[in-house]
Each structure stands twice: as C-alpha cells, then as structure tokens.
C-alpha cells in the first residue's frame, strides 16, 4: 500500500467543475425515473442515488448524483462540461409531463467535505448516498477516499459549510481515490454504466422499468456480454482524461482509456481506467503520450500504468 493510499484528508473545498440540473413538478421522479439507470420512483428524503443517462445503444452521456430536496424537487449533480447538452437532450423528453427542467448551478453553494469534517455532518453509520439535512443544507455520504469519509454538501447560494480549506488538488485526487468515476466530455457517449463499475456502486438498477438503453445495460450484465471494467492505477508522469491505454503487443488498438486523473499528493498521478478485464492484471500497460515534433516512436511509448486495488468489490457477472 502507498502512502497516497493511506493520507489522511480533511477540510472542505468549493466544487466549481461541478453543475446543478434542478427537476421540479409532480411528475418530476417519475419522469427521471423512465430516462436514468436508477430509481427514482422510490426515491425517499433520505437517500441519493448515482445513475446514469444513456442513448438508446446503452453508452452513457452523463452520470449524476441525484437527491430529492422536497417532493416535487430532485437535484442532479453532474460535470458542468456535460450539463448544457444533458439538459438539452432531457428537455426533448419532457413533453406533457408536468416537469420543469433548469441549470440551478447558480442557485447553490456545493462544496466536498473529508475526514473529519465531513463527520461533523454525518452520522457514524452513514453508508455512501445516504443523505441528511443539517438546516438548509443537503449533506449526501459519498464513497471513502484512502480511508477519509467524504460527503457533499448542499445548500442555498451564499452559505458554506464550517471546516479548514481543504486544496481542491486534493479533493480532486480524493475522487479518483474513491473509484467512482464522473463523466465529462472528454469520454462521453464511449461506456455502458458497468465500463465504469456503476452496477456496484448502486448505481443501476436492473428491476426497474425502461429507460434509454436499458436493453443494452442489461443484456451486458445478464448475457457475460462485459468485457471492461474501471480500474485504478498510477503513474509516475501525468495523465489525462481521454488518454487511451495500450499494451507493447498491440499500438493500434487501445486496451482502455482515462475517465478520470489527479496529481498524487505523494508524487505521480492517479487515475481511473475503464480497460478490458483481461488487461487488468498485466503489468505492462501505458497512457498514449502525443509525439513532439522530432521525436521517435519508442522514445513516446508514454506514462508506464500500475494497477492498483479498489477500494470496493465488484459484483459477479451474471
């Protein structure tokens, strides 16, 4: 185990690369319900749910973190890069459903809590996407990072949470640390949910009623169709988002590629790699690095990758 595997973290930090899409109306869940991997029929005050939005062959153009602020009111949390075209696309669908649809990221304060601030506002027992209201703020558990709790933080636009200044460097690595993977633009329109590990970490589910791609999401898990997963690994050199993987046997068709990437505070970089299963245990794996002008092939071979654990079990095909 590395030492950036075991830092501890604490503070809080102002998510700026993040969006809000705010759903208002009776028909509000019911709608999000029949366009995202997860349910949201069901969906009480006291949970989140991760989910994703697909196109109709399964490949998923967003990932949200979704909570109810009151009944006829759900928030979707997702990469600001995907939030205009996600709210366009979701906006077609609407149609007589008594929906409204709008970017809210003006209206909120959202911050990452860690360690033990992030206690401050949880429960001992909180478990990822349980969620509790500490005045007119939401605070949602997320998955832990290099074993610090972490959470996200809610509220009306103007207010913060109490806590020193965690480096938003930090929070960032936090969340490759956590193996959940958000979507940006770099990679959208590339995965089905379980690419990205999604069916373990709750964020599909496969007893609900259909929604885009819902044939293709299931038919990958129920039919051994699977053949790539996330994964985390280190670098010695930066990587980046987008970044294909490859192995020495094989320069023209990649094995994996880059969701997510943050400077180790210990040197190096971390990442999350969606790859195929059967590349996962090699120990030979590189980002692709761009040539400079006048360099050789071999000299830009690129960032030697190691595979590290998760910090979750992965369910079992079916």
């Given at each position: 185990?590395?030492?950036?595997?075991?830092?501890?973290?604490?503070?809080?930090?102002?998510?700026?690369?993040?969006?809000?899409?705010?759903?208002?109306?009776?028909?509000?869940?019911?709608?999000?319900?029949?366009?995202?991997?997860?349910?949201?029929?069901?969906?009480?005050?006291?949970?989140?749910?991760?989910?994703?939005?697909?196109?109709?062959?399964?490949?998923?153009?967003?990932?949200?973190?979704?909570?109810?602020?009151?009944?006829?009111?759900?928030?979707?949390?997702?990469?600001?890069?995907?939030?205009?075209?996600?709210?366009?696309?979701?906006?077609?669908?609407?149609?007589?459903?008594?929906?409204?649809?709008?970017?809210?990221?003006?209206?909120?304060?959202?911050y990452g809590l860690a360690g033990a601030t992030a206690q401050e506002y949880l429960p001992a027992?909180?478990?990822?996407?349980?969620?509790?209201?500490?005045?007119?703020?939401?605070?949602?558990?997320?998955?832990?990072?290099?074993?610090?709790?972490?959470?996200?933080?809610?509220?009306?636009?103007?207010?913060?949470?109490?806590?020193?200044?965690?480096?938003?460097?930090?929070?960032?690595?936090?969340?490759?640390?956590?193996?959940?993977?958000?979507?940006?633009?770099?990679?959208?329109?590339?995965?089905?949910?379980?690419?990205?590990?999604?069916?373990?970490?709750?964020?599909?589910?496969?007893?609900?009623?259909?929604?885009?791609?819902?044939?293709?999401?299931?038919?990958?898990?129920?039919?051994?169709?699977?053949?790539?997963?996330?994964?985390?690994?280190?670098?010695?050199?930066?990587?980046?988002?987008?970044?294909?993987?490859?192995?020495?046997?094989?320069?023209?068709?990649?094995?994996?590629?880059?969701?997510?990437?943050?400077?180790?505070?210990?040197?190096?970089?971390?990442?999350?790699?969606?790859?195929?299963?059967?590349?996962?245990?090699?120990?030979?794996?590189?980002?692709?690095?761009?040539?400079?002008?006048?360099?050789?092939?071999?000299?830009?071979?690129?960032?030697?990758?190691?595979?590290?654990?998760?910090?979750?079990?992965?369910?079992?095909?079916?």
């Amino acid at each position: 185990m590395t030492l950036s595997q075991t830092l501890p973290l604490n503070g809080i930090t102002p998510l700026s690369h993040l969006g809000v899409i705010r759903a208002v109306g009776v028909d509000a869940a019911s709608f999000l319900h029949g366009q995202l991997s997860n349910d949201f029929a069901l969906l009480d005050l006291e949970h989140a749910r991760l989910a994703a939005f697909c196109t109709a062959k399964g490949r998923m153009l967003a990932s949200f973190i979704g909570f109810k602020r009151s009944t006829d009111e759900i928030l979707l949390i997702c990469d600001r890069s995907l939030l205009a075209p996600t709210l366009k696309r979701l906006s077609m669908f609407v149609l007589r459903a008594q929906c409204k649809l709008s970017d809210a990221t003006a209206d909120f304060a959202l911050y990452g809590l860690a360690g033990a601030t992030a206690q401050e506002y949880l429960p001992a027992d909180a478990a990822p996407w349980s969620l509790r209201q500490a005045g007119a703020a939401s605070v949602l558990a997320l998955y832990p990072a290099a074993g610090n709790r972490r959470a996200l933080w809610l509220a009306p636009a103007g207010q913060a949470p109490r806590g020193e200044t965690l480096s938003e460097e930090l929070w960032q690595w936090s969340e490759v640390q956590s193996g959940v993977a958000t979507l940006s633009s770099p990679v959208v329109d590339a995965f089905v949910p379980q690419m990205l590990n999604y069916e373990s970490l709750g964020g599909v589910n496969f007893k609900k009623g259909c929604y885009p791609g819902q044939e293709v999401v299931a038919r990958s898990q129920f039919r051994g169709t699977l053949k790539r997963r996330a994964y985390l690994v280190h670098a010695a050199q930066a990587v980046s988002v987008g970044q294909e993987v490859f192995t020495p046997e094989d320069l023209e068709q990649s094995t994996g590629t880059v969701i997510q990437a943050a400077a180790a505070p210990d040197g190096g970089w971390d990442a999350i790699v969606s790859m195929q299963i059967a590349s996962s245990t090699r120990g030979d794996l590189f980002a692709h690095v761009a040539l400079a002008e006048g360099q050789s092939a071999d000299a830009a071979q690129g960032a030697a990758l190691q595979v590290q654990p998760l910090p979750y079990a992965l369910l079992d095909d079916i």
